[in-house]
Structure formats: C-alpha cells, structure tokens
C-alpha cells in the first residue's frame, strides 16, 4: 500500500521552529518531486515548498522564503521541512505530496499520493 505520513506538528511559540517529517512506505520518494502544502481553517489549500528528485531544485512560497527549508535524504526514504521563525500565520494543517515529475509541478493536480497531514499551531 503507497503511503505517505507526515509527522512533526505540534504546537509551539511565535519565533520557534518545528521539523516536519514526510515518511513514504510501499514507493520510494527517489523518483519523486515532492511538495509541501498546507491549509489553514477557511482558507484554500497553499503550496509551500517543492523539492526536485535530485534536491538539486526547491522552491518556497514567498510568505515562507528565508524561514523555511526543504531537504530529503532518499537513504531514510524521507523528505524534511524545517521551519524556522515561526509566526501565527503558519498556523494551518500541513501535508506532503509526492509528483512522478522529476521537476517540482506547478499545478497542486499533478502530484500522485497525498499525505493525511499534520497540524501546526504557532500561538503564545
């Protein structure tokens, strides 16, 4: 069974940082972009950041460049969100997604298999 499972949620203080985990069981990520996304009470699902299957490409939503990085390590099967100077507005339910494409997509409709997500609550 393909599987995606993000973990590393939690509830944190303004300016914390949390690392999440996006685990694959039943496929290896090697050949896979995968994304970041996340959603936040009333409000549409957002990308957030995108890794290519090499790592060699990534990119971040504006709302989130030069606090948040994107990593894989193929080896754990594993890709990392590390988030760094949290704010409120992060706060939302995070999911990763896992694309065929070699190159990170542009449309939310091209990734394959979704995670079920994990929440992320920045408040003091």
């Known amino acids: 069974q393909l599987q995606l499972v993000e973990s590393g949620g939690g509830l944190v203080q303004p300016g914390g940082s949390l690392r999440l985990s996006c685990a694959a069981s039943g496929f290896t990520l090697d050949y896979y972009a995968i994304g970041w996304f996340r959603q936040a009470p009333g409000k549409e699902r957002e990308g957030v950041s995108c890794?290519?299957?090499?790592?060699?490409?990534?990119n971040y939503a504006d709302s989130v460049k030069g606090r948040f990085t994107i990593s894989r390590d193929n080896a754990q099967n594993t890709v990392y969100l590390q988030m760094n100077s949290l704010k409120p507005e992060d706060t939302a339910v995070y999911y990763c997604?896992?694309?065929?494409?070699?190159?990170?997509?542009?449309?939310?409709?091209?990734?394959?298999?979704w995670g079920q997500g994990t929440q992320v609550t920045v408040s003091s």
């Open positions: 890794i290519s299957t090499s790592g060699g490409s990534t």
């Open positions: 997604a896992a694309s065929k494409r070699s190159s990170c997509p542009r449309l939310m409709t091209d990734y394959d298999y």
